[in-house]
């Protein structure tokens, strides 16, 4: 494989063969951000070492500072001097949380309990994203919001309040909505419960016990009490499974494959990448498990393998939320007929990726019928596909995931937007380039 144009907006991947070799992959995104969330509102020093440098977690890092918490970064390592759970200021101008989600919802349960006025906004992808589901469970508890359509939409304002624990059954299995209730219990008056229908990943519940808050977690309900103090600690953030997912796939799908991920996060919450692989006869092994910082890791090994579709319901996705648009891809190469169903929360992921995903494998020659909730993928039975032109939309993991896909194909793909891999995985291309058999 090369790549051609890797520094503008519009890269065109062309063919290649296995992957092999060595290699790691950047932090997690979603401990990482914890780290900043966490460390900020500690006393004491936090010391991170893998932290990712993608555009989602520097938005959490500028949150921060612009409370005026003192954040040092060299590259992965960032250091941060704590303010404590009340020590954060009021911040002087609008919050721009850019593409992240993760950013926008962890804050908007955080600033609800603290005495101060704020305002979050984002760029056009994440102002169009629901934050209702955040919004009703905080106003219950007596937070003080406003914003677009009934403050369901970004820009936000809120006018933090002594908010009250509450009980909340959460409709969605979602780590953003738990972690902002829970971020906002933290400071409320008595005991916070979030209970889900499905366990959704859990490293705010991790890394909170490592910072020493009052926190406990039975079956899909965790409760946190009123925390007088976090203590500043040492986190070591693992390889993100949801990058590593990328390489697993292609690995999986090209021919003389051999290569190892060494250092992957494998929480039980998020490995559902490997399970749905596995399913599909992908051969990925889990070597060296071992723990860093209340998180399992893990190296995986993975070759060449003949993969076939599957059924895949919203239970199995739920642990690979992110992985949808790179197991689609996998479904384009496999022998026979992939459903996905019970996947409605990706139409409000950075794009609408049921949508967006559907369009791009139609663009380069794959068979397949969008659904309400999911999608039905026609494989190619390992055959290339001729190629094409893509629009990522802004998605990062479509730009990686269809580059996967130029791997096995005849033309090459290019993809236009290719820039927005640097949300998660900056220097994505140039990995690529690295393990691909020329
Ligand atoms: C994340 C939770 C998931 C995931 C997102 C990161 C997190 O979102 O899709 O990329 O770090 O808490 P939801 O909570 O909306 O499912």
């Given at each position: 494989m090369s790549a051609t144009g890797i520094f503008s907006g519009s890269v065109?991947?062309?063919?290649?063969?296995?992957?092999?070799?060595?290699?790691?992959?950047?932090?997690?995104?979603?401990?990482?951000?914890?780290?900043?969330?966490?460390?900020?509102?500690?006393?004491?020093?936090?010391?991170?070492?893998?932290?990712?440098?993608?555009?989602?977690?520097?938005?959490?890092?500028?949150?921060?500072s612009l409370m005026g918490v003192d954040i040092t970064r060299n590259a992965d390592r960032v250091t941060i001097h704590g303010k404590g759970?009340?020590?954060?200021?009021?911040?002087?101008?609008?919050?721009?949380?850019?593409?992240?989600?993760?950013?926008?919802?962890?804050?908007?349960?955080?600033?609800?309990?603290?005495?101060?006025?704020?305002?979050?906004?984002?760029?056009?992808?994440?102002?169009?994203?629901?934050?209702?589901?955040?919004?009703?469970?905080?106003l219950k508890m007596g937070a003080s919001i406003a914003g677009r359509k009934e403050a369901s939409l970004l820009p936000l304002a809120i006018t933090g309040k002594k908010l009250k624990g509450m009980r909340f059954e959460s409709p969605i299995a979602s780590a953003q909505l738990k972690s902002a209730i829970l971020l906002a219990g933290l400071n409320a008056e008595g005991e916070t419960t979030v209970i889900e229908p499905e366990k959704s990943r859990d490293h705010t519940e991790r890394m909170l016990k490592l910072f020493g808050a009052d926190l406990s977690v039975s079956g899909n309900a965790v409760s946190v009490r009123s925390t007088k103090t976090l203590t500043g600690c040492k986190i070591e953030v693992p390889g993100d499974i949801s990058s590593a997912a990328f390489f697993l796939v292609g690995a999986a799908l090209a021919q003389g494959?051999?290569?190892?991920?060494?250092?992957?996060?494998?929480?039980?919450?998020?490995?559902?990448?490997?399970?749905?692989?596995?399913?599909?006869?992908?051969?990925?092994?889990?070597?060296?498990?071992?723990?860093?910082?209340?998180?399992?890791?893990?190296d995986l090994l993975v070759k060449s393998s003949s993969l076939k579709g599957a059924d895949i319901s919203g239970r199995e996705l739920l642990p690979a939320i992110d992985e949808f648009p790179i197991i689609c891809v996998a479904a384009a190469f496999a022998e026979g007929t992939t459903t996905i169903a019970g996947a409605g929360?990706?139409?409000?992921?950075?794009?609408?990726?049921?949508?967006?995903?559907?369009?791009?494998?139609?663009?380069?020659?794959?068979?397949?019928?969008?659904?309400?909730?999911?999608?039905?993928?026609?494989?190619?039975?390992?055959?290339?596909?001729?190629?094409?032109?893509?629009?990522?939309?802004?998605?990062?993991?479509?730009?990686?995931?269809?580059?996967?896909?130029?791997?096995?194909?005849?033309?090459?793909?290019q993809i236009e937007g290719a820039s927005s891999v640097d949300v998660s995985f900056p220097g994505f291309f140039r990995a690529l380039g690295k393990v691909t058999i020329a």
């Open positions: 065109l991947i062309h063919p290649g063969s296995g992957l092999k070799g060595e290699m790691t992959v950047p932090g997690d995104k979603s401990i990482s951000h914890r780290s900043v969330f966490f460390g900020s509102i500690a006393e004491g020093t936090t010391e991170v070492t893998g932290f990712l440098e993608g555009e989602d977690n520097l938005s959490t890092i500028s949150a921060f759970l009340t020590g954060l200021s009021e911040p002087a101008d609008i919050i721009n949380a850019g593409n992240s989600g993760t950013t926008t919802r962890l804050l908007v349960g955080l600033l609800s309990s603290l005495p101060f006025f704020s305002v979050i906004t984002g760029d056009a992808s994440l102002r169009g994203r629901p934050m209702k589901r955040v919004v009703s469970p905080l494959s051999d290569l190892l991920i060494k250092n992957v996060g494998v929480n039980p919450t998020r490995v559902g990448i490997i399970d749905i692989l596995k399913k599909m006869g992908g051969s990925i092994e889990v070597r060296g498990a071992r723990e860093a910082s209340g998180e399992p890791v893990a929360e990706l139409r409000v992921k950075e794009s609408d990726r049921i949508a967006v995903i559907s369009e791009c494998l139609s663009a380069i020659g794959v068979r397949n019928e969008e659904r309400p909730d999911g999608i039905v993928i026609e494989g190619t039975r390992g055959k290339p596909v001729k190629g094409g032109t893509i629009r990522s939309h802004g998605d990062h993991r479509i730009a990686m995931s269809m580059a996967m896909a130029a791997l096995n194909s005849i033309d090459g793909i």
